[in-house]
């Protein structure tokens, strides 16, 4: 079963417009939405979470689709968004006590030891926490009632690079379930390169791709040679090109390219990068 | 109801973290007003305190990105604004109720009959669970900051409508306690009812 499909979802805020975005996260996958600022990702979602209205489109979270109000489809989701929202008063001790109240499904053992294995003071108040505690509080409730989907905006960025090897660790333990899965949204592409089975990237409110991402990375690879090796290749394989006192450097497609042309493996950062690039070229 | 509980429970929490000075400084303030005979200013600095109380925890609300992180949670809009009437309940029987006990502390100490004088209580009461029935939908409509203006406008015309019912009760006949009691239950539901269709229809929370 997808955990999450998206068909054709649109959003108009004014000056800046979801453009019929499509994609969908298999069960037992992670799905990273990866995008610049301003690109649209905690628009989608806001929409997928029925924080905000969408104009178009459908969305099935679960198998059901349009649910985004559905209270009993919300205690099988867990968030963690870019400013938590927990009250700032609230110690980690009374977040639970809170939370056992509003989530029918609530595991307060569970809650417990992800306290204490994110090492949060359990009578400190939530204000008083840094960036990255904050973070960690928000993933323990979110991983404490028996959640099939996580949806994470942002949630690594306040953390320091051991927090966020523990975090990828929990997400990947997360989805040894098939019915599990995580959409995850971030602009350090590195964390999502290691953690994600499929690849999506918005630009301007627009979905560049939607891709497997070990696909991706055996589609595309960097070229790097003098201009006229590059002149001399299908203009169909080349998808972005930047010239350099040294040479020139291009984004190719693998498979359009003259058998033993060599090509270097792409990061999903550079793809990411060289594609936006193309886009703002057109 | 569950869901509700733990709402209601967050804002008690919350009430006890950032109003307890509040209540410190506004409670001996009130029992000195109204054992000293000046229950006109000890009704207006009740309202200003229930009202002060009320909006301290929406604007922590607002402040923290709970009203946002709420909607993730399985909580209907209905419950989150619930909270909140709920609250200008419990906060009255808290507030009056220690009104009361110095009431009878003093028609104890002067050897009065234990409620003489608490006539004014229904009155306590009724101004501010009025006042903030009418203010309450605006402020989960335009939120804390753009609420504001709702919240002093309807407090003058409060004041000013309290003001001109007392002189216009000395030579006309005025509803009875029984009407303006259906009155102010009819305002409070409705309320309740005009904020939740108003906070369902906001997007941005």
Sequence with gaps: MNTIEVRNLTKNRGDFTLDRLTFTLPGGCILGLIGENGAGKSTTIKLLLGLLRKDEGTIAILGRENGEKDTLLKEEIGVVMDEVGMPGCLTPAQTGKMMSKIYRSWEPERYKELIQKFALLWDKPFQEFSKGMKMKQGLAVALSHKSKLLILDEATSGLDPVARDELLDILREFVTDEEHGILISSHIVSDLEKLCDYIAFLHKGKLLLWEEKDRLLEEYGIFRGSRSQLEALDPEAVCHKRVTPYGTEALVLRDRLPRGTEVSPVSIEELFVQLVKEEKAE | ?205
């Design chain 2, 1 to 205: 109801m569950s869901t509700m509980e733990g709402l209601i429970w967050k804002d008690i929490r919350m009430l006890a973290f950032y109003c307890r000075r509040y209540l410190l400084i506004a409670l001996p303030v009130s029992v000195i007003f109204f054992l000293t005979g000046q229950e006109s200013i000890a009704m207006v600095y009740h309202v200003i305190v229930v009202s002060g109380m009320i909006t301290t925890l929406m604007s922590y609300d607002e402040k923290s990105g709970w009203n946002q992180y709420c909607g993730t949670l399985p909580c209907k809009a209905g419950q989150l604004v619930g909270a909140k009437y709920i609250m200008l309940l419990l906060l009255q029987v808290v507030l009056l109720g220690i009104l009361a006990a110095a009431l009878v502390g003093k028609n104890l100490y002067a050897g009065r009959p234990f409620f003489e004088g608490s006539g004014i209580f229904p009155l306590l009461f009724g101004m501010s669970v009025g006042m903030m029935s009418l203010i309450l939908p605006f402020l989960f409509r335009l939120g804390i900051e753009k609420g504001r203006m709702a919240y002093y406008l309807v407090f003058l015309v409060s004041c000013a409508l309290s003001g001109a019912l007392v002189m216009v009760s000395q030579e006309v006949k005025v509803p009875t306690g029984g009407i303006l009691g259906v009155g102010l239950v009819v305002l409070y539901l409705g309320s309740w009812y005009v904020s939740t269709r108003w906070y369902e229809s906001k997007e941005e929370k």
